[in-house]
């Protein structure tokens, strides 16, 4: 009877009994359920970190099982608890994780990172993912070094047609992923390009809210869609195909096509405009018009729009400036750029595009006939304990989106 | 996958055969008597379940929520229970945790604190008003679901029978009502009490549903201990539509039996006896 104690408001004459804090809650499970689990530490060895941000980390690890091999894993440790006073509490598991992890363990495909196993151990979730040694936006960096020159034709070309082969299975499935951009596209030793992060993705079918209601912020500035910028409260994966669009271009020009300045919310927690990467579009695309945007006026920062100088279209200018000169690739590049969401090309169109047809082919090993090899990820060997993870770290990563992704400022 | 049943973790990781529901129910009860002797008194049966079902729906209904998000939570709660023993754990806190996560998953996120707060105002005696024991029960059932959480409902079926059947040949052309749809709607909400969403895919339920909403009618928990003999002409057109698809005749036939059977033990269902079984129960894990 300890464990109850008197309820003080208790209205209907009678003294109502309320559970205390320390109620049974799952004593007998817990203690079961805690002997038979296998460390992660047990079961790898950790080499380093690959990098942080305000999720948590990543980790570099070696498999110590028969099963596992000798392999290489990436192991993303999610920040979910809360300190204070150097204890440990559970605070519920952010809707982004929960998505991460579901999406993942319902998803396989050869160009989508290829998820081991996730385990749950001391109030940490712990995502197993296979190693890929390499991202775009590593080989993009390789190739403006001065002497590096271009990225090979066929190395690009291939991973484009990798990219939209994931991209088609996400969408295939229902699965949106919201933020692609080159640091999110890994590609293994073998040059098989794998699609990363799906922290940000969802699924679109029958959502019970609009798709927009759920979280404001979506997709680095610099990839994001124009009827985004315009407000858009649905997404649909056209949004990607813009993405893939983008990417394409930096593989070209190794530069980001579309650099604006992000402008950041204010206090009245209003989305702000985004007008510096709009203008970022328009110089290089031009003042779309209703002619050929026919929804363009229903958007609701169509207002902003109106009000910004018309530019011409340059897109041509830009390529053939940046050395392009196929002009089936400049054609898909404006296909993936369209303007209006319901007309720019889907995955699986993309796939069949000439471009892919001409030669050289699409190669299922990217870095085929390339003369370039490409430096290992660096890791930092300063932190290997995965199970401690100093709290400090997670603070400076660079991936700050700043108050969005932790579930303590959010409420 | 996520879009498709036929490539789903439900499909491939969460269905069971008969047998192995039930080996898996032995471990359970195995356990049981490991860690608390022979002398129980409650069981994981059906009646237990109801009760179960109800505690779902009631906290549903104080936050409001939408039907298939209690359907993926009851989901989450029978697997649960393959696994563990209703003795183990408190079964009021667990279907709180099922809730809250079910909302995650199907995009309608809730504050911890309010479900937190609304499940103490429905059952304060054992709701401890601690929000890190929900979130640690988060962890643990998420754990044991081995984090497979997308979950394929038998609504969706429904929808794409009913059109089938709509623009069906002479034979086998039928128009289900609203009416029909409601009745149908209202069975499949009441299948999660038992076994059928881990031994059969969604669109067998469903169809299983349709049945008995045609034979017995808009109150079917009323009218099953009087079926009528005679068929008429819409049971043999859904008859004739069942033959002609390659739906598999005897999981439907299963599914309706279980959903009777159901039925049936809802009519000697006792809140009463389950409740204050129940309450004993966690009243001794306390001592």
New interface residues.
Partial sequence: ?E??RQ?PYASAGQP???????????????R??DQA?VSVVQKYEILGYIAAGTYGKVYKARGKTKELGNGLYAIKKFKTDSKDNEVT?????S?SA?RE???C????HRNISKLIE?I?ER?CIYMVFEFAEHDLLQIIHYHSQPDHKQIPEQTLKSAMYQILEGLSFLH????LHRDLKPANIMVTNDGVVKIGDLGLA??F?????SLYS?DKVVVTIWYRAPELLLGARHYTPAIDLWAVGCILAELLSLRPLFKGEETKMDNKKQVPFQENQVIKILEILGTPTLEKWPSLNSYPEYPHLSKISTFPSNLKAWYQSNGGSNKNCLRLLASLLEYDPAKRIDALESLDHKWFQESPKPAENIFANSPFKYPQRKIQKDDNDILGGTSQTYYNGKRAFGPYDDPRKR? | ????YWT??QRNKWQFSRQELRDARSSVIKLEVQ?YGNESTMKYDINMRIYLHQLIIKLGRKLNL?Q??LSTAEVYLTRFFVK?SI????IY?LVTTCI??AC??????Q??RTILSEA?NCW?????????????????L???L?????VHHPY?SILEVVNVLRDGDMASRLEVSPEELQTCWSIMNDSYITDLHLLFPPHIIATGTLYLTLVLGADVRKSINNIPKTQNQRIEAFVNFLAASNIDLDEVIETIQELLTLYDAWNSYDEMYIKNGLHQM??N??K
């Fill in positions: 009877m464990n109850y309820y109502m009994r309320v559970a205390s804090t320390d109620f049974f809650t799952i004593g007998p499970y817990r079961r359920r689990r509490h559970y605070t519920g598991i809707q929960i992890m579901s999406l363990k319902e998803l396989e996730i749950l109030k295939q499935n229902w699965v969802r699924k079918s029958n959502p019970l809210q759920g409420r | 996958m996520s879009a498709n789903s973790s860690l939408r298939i998000i563990v003795r183990e754990i408190n806190l809250y996560l995650k998953m199907e995009e309608s996120p504050h911890i103490r304060p005696e054992f709701i401890p008003n601690d929000l890190t024991k929900l979130a640690e029960f988060e962890f643990y998420i754990e044991e081995d984090c497979y959480m997308v969706n966690l009243l894990m306390n």
